[in-house]
């Protein structure tokens, strides 16, 4: 029979996580509950050339989430089935664009892919232009939110048991037929969540598009300019503008993970 003594543990217990998590939620919280109070509500509106840098973040974004899904899906299930020497190797270089502050990771870039670079030299005859051009957006994009994509997928992959995959094989299913009615099915929790995750990241990518891609102008970089140029008046209507367009897209995938994973 449970004493007293043993029963007020786990009800501290339970007090001192749930305390801990509304103080961590509201010091989260904190900077945008300032946001709301320094808005001017009563003169709210945009600035000029706010709606093209949207139009521009969402376009652009889009067409790197696509991009990063095609490449790293692949990469992310290399990754979690493969077993080589120097595997620690390929790890080691999923880690550095993740490692590498953004500003810095835009000067490689743009070494690498710029006018001079060696890769941007060959790309530039055949009318490739990787700096200040809507392809270079795209990849300071990429390189920006690929790695998070990698890593949370690699992770969702590990998550399926291989003996599933082999069932499926002996059943006579090839491994293509394999990964799409086993192994993606299985993970799709934790790739929703890595793809809300990329999608995040590349909208509100600042650095690397500031050295890449200074034009043309998408959200992050306009906030800067609307600063410079306007002050913080012009900045908070387009921070709200882009919490707008940002959020959509892992709520819902949020919540239809949550749907599902209660319907298992």
Do not use: C
């Not at 995040?200 to 600042?206: D, H, N, Q, S, T």
């Not at 959200?219 to 600063?227: A, E, G, Q, S, T």
């Amino acid at each position: 029979m449970p004493t007293p003594h043993t029963t007020a543990r786990p009800r501290f217990g339970r007090y001192a996580l749930s305390t801990a998590g509304i103080f961590g939620m509201l010091l989260l919280a904190l900077p945008f509950a300032g946001l709301t109070g320094a808005t001017a509500w009563s003169g709210f509106h945009l600035s000029p050339g706010d709606f093209a840098a949207m139009r521009i973040s969402v376009l652009y974004t889009a067409a790197a989430l696509v991009l990063i899904v095609v490449l790293g899906t692949p990469t992310a299930y290399w990754l979690a089935r493969s077993h080589f020497t120097g595997k620690w190797l390929i790890e080691l270089l999923l880690l550095l664009p993740l490692l590498t502050p953004p500003l810095a990771m835009g000067i490689l870039l743009a070494t690498l892919y710029g006018p001079y670079g060696w890769a941007g030299q060959p790309l530039e005859r055949i009318g490739l232009i990787l700096t200040n051009s809507a392809a270079a957006f795209i990849l300071a994009q990429f390189y920006g939110a690929a790695p998070y994509y990698i890593v949370a997928a690699r992770a969702a992959f590990e998550g399926v048991p291989g003996e599933l995959e082999q069932v499926a094989l002996t059943l006579g299913k090839t491994r293509w037929q394999s990964f799409l009615l086993v192994t993606l099915p299985l993970a799709r929790l934790g790739l929703a969540a890595g793809l809300a995750l990329a999608w995040v990241r590349a909208l509100g990518e600042f650095g690397i598009v500031l050295i890449v891609a200074y034009y043309p102008q998408g959200i992050p970089v306009k906030l800067w300019v609307n600063l410079q140029d306007m002050g913080l008046s012009a900045v908070y209507p387009l921070l709200w503008l882009f919490f707008l367009i940002a959020m959509p897209l892992p709520l819902l995938l949020g919540l239809l993970s949550r749907r599902r994973a209660a319907l298992l």
